[in-house]
């Protein structure tokens, strides 16, 4: 019995391990997801002084390639009603990023938020 489960265990692991060498993570997408929410932090959180135009441009790219628009008050003045509401808006596009970081791009990003509409 318990070398069968310690069988399954190491199936199970090894499994896991070979999913992790087809993931190719590129490092410039991933910088790039990673400055644009330092600035949405350092605005929200830190209450740093950022240009709209800086701000927005990030609001843009999470919106382009999440799919999740930011719930802010206005584009015009790029502004959470609350804290807790621009958290929420983090965790998700913080989660998008880990579900599609394997073989994302920074090319298909640009191409996406260069596409984008308000």
Same mark, same amino acid.
């Given at each position: 019995?318990?070398?069968?489960?310690?069988?399954?265990?190491?199936?199970?692991?090894?499994?896991?391990?070979?999913?992790? &060498? !087809?993931?190719?993570?590129?490092? =410039?997408? &991933?910088?790039?997801?990673?400055?644009?929410?330092?600035?949405? &932090?350092?605005?929200?959180?830190? &209450?740093?002084?950022?240009?709209?135009?800086?701000?927005?441009?990030?609001?843009?790219?999470?919106?382009?390639?999440?799919?999740?628009? =930011?719930?802010?008050?206005?584009?015009?003045?790029?502004?959470?009603?609350?804290?807790?509401?621009?958290?929420? !808006?983090?965790?998700?596009?913080?989660?998008?990023?880990?579900?599609?970081?394997?073989?994302?791009?920074?090319?298909? =990003?640009?191409?996406?938020?260069?596409?984008?509409?308000?």
């Amino acid at each position: 019995m318990i070398i069968r489960l310690l069988k399954i265990i190491v199936i199970v692991l090894f499994a896991c391990e070979w999913k992790n &060498k !087809d993931c190719h993570i590129d490092k =410039a997408f &991933k910088s790039l997801f990673e400055s644009k929410l330092e600035i949405m &932090k350092a605005s929200e959180i830190h &209450k740093i002084d950022m240009t709209i135009n800086e701000k927005l441009k990030a609001i843009i790219f999470f919106n382009a390639i999440t799919g999740h628009h =930011a719930r802010i008050e206005s584009y015009h003045i790029p502004l959470y009603e609350d804290i807790e509401t621009f958290k929420q !808006d983090i965790r998700v596009w913080s989660k998008w990023y880990e579900n599609q970081k394997c073989g994302y791009t920074k090319e298909k =990003a640009d191409s996406l938020v260069s596409a984008y509409k308000l």
